[in-house]
């Protein structure tokens, strides 16, 4: 009969110990990140439903849903030129399921102008990529004698004050484009608010203002149709949509450009590796040809940037807008 045998219990090797020590040391944020995303991932956009940054961010979204089985959704919520939205975003668990499409107005010039709108966009969250940048486009009447945005500048130091121009809202892209213009040349115009594009296109039928600044959007087809003459565009280069159309720039009225922009930003503190996988996947739909030509045919300009260059172009552009609200000695209403 044979006494019973007692196996000695394995001793774990070293290997083994140092992978147990491993996994027990893993921040709860890296094992999160590598699930990540485990639900839909919500893009608030602070804009109303319809509108072209509307149209934009869910025109994008919709390239995005292959890569994020999940589910990505866009979430409007409206108020305070955008403000509401970048708030509920900032106080947002920074675990890459929310995120923040914004506009210039919302980053730059809202923490200048209203006094709830306590973040700094390049500060207060983590960028992740641009989606277009749009300049804007002056015009006039084809009843007016204008030609160039040149002119226009010329007869204002001639007749101060006699010229009327529009705007869209106080503090928005029109509103500061029109700022810019004056202070730079110091010039004035008598300044008169319209609720939208269709107010401010009927104002100029009717000879009620001879001068307005808008997004392409609205004034392609207006150009395309001859009801308005188109004076200058706001950026650098000319654009693929109105390649005979000056810039600003080339009429030596302004020394930089100006557009609107879009943006998609995430809570401070998302994971680095979320923020990278994020901005890949946006860039890649923004390099598809037939994607980035859609932008291009109605006036956008594409710029695709990593999430260091889109925090340095923030903090430029936060600056920037400073200076020109206090050049044109515009001040916060709230």
Do not use: C
Request: proline share 7%; aromatic share 6%.
């Amino acid at each position: 009969m044979h006494a019973p045998r007692f196996d000695r219990p394995r001793t774990p090797s070293l290997r083994s110990l140092a992978t147990l020590a491993t996994l027990l040391l893993l921040p709860a944020t890296a094992v999160a990140q590598a699930q990540w995303p485990s639900r839909p991932i919500t893009v608030v956009n602070g804009n109303a439903a319809g509108g072209t940054p509307d149209i934009l961010v869910r025109t994008l979204v919709e390239e995005l849903r292959p890569a994020f089985p999940q589910g990505i959704v866009v979430v409007n919520r409206t108020g305070a030129n955008g403000t509401i939205a970048a708030e509920s975003v900032r106080r947002a668990s920074p675990d890459g399921h929310t995120l923040l499409f914004a506009t210039m107005t919302t980053m730059a010039v809202n923490p200048h102008l209203q006094k709830d709108a306590r973040y700094h966009g390049a500060r207060d969250f983590e960028p992740i990529a641009t989606q277009v940048l749009q300049p804007l486009i002056w015009a006039t009447s084809k009843h007016e004698s204008f030609r160039t945005l040149n002119d226009v500048v010329e007869q204002a130091r001639k007749n101060p004050g006699r010229i009327n121009a529009s705007r869209q809202g106080f503090g928005a892209s029109s509103h500061l484009t029109v700022a810019a213009l004056t202070a730079r040349n110091q010039v004035d115009f008598n300044l008169i608010g319209f609720t939208g594009s269709s107010d401010t296109f009927a104002a100029l039928r009717r000879g009620d203002v001879q001068l307005m600044v808008d997004l392409p959007q609205s004034m392609l087809p207006r150009i395309a149709s001859g009801e308005v003459v188109p004076l200058a565009i706001t950026s650098a280069q000319r654009i693929r949509a109105l390649p005979n159309l000056p810039t600003w720039i080339e009429q030596g009225v302004m020394e930089n450009e100006l557009t609107a922009w879009y943006v998609y930003l995430a809570p401070k503190g998302t994971p680095a590796a979320i923020v990278t996988r994020l901005n890949a996947e946006i860039n890649r739909v923004l390099e598809q040809p037939a994607f980035r030509q859609r932008l291009e045919d109605v006036g956008g300009i594409v710029r695709t940037l990593s999430p260091a260059q889109l925090r340095t172009f923030m903090e430029e552009e936060h600056e920037r807008w400073g200076r020109i609200l206090r050049s044109a000695e515009i001040r916060p209403q709230n």
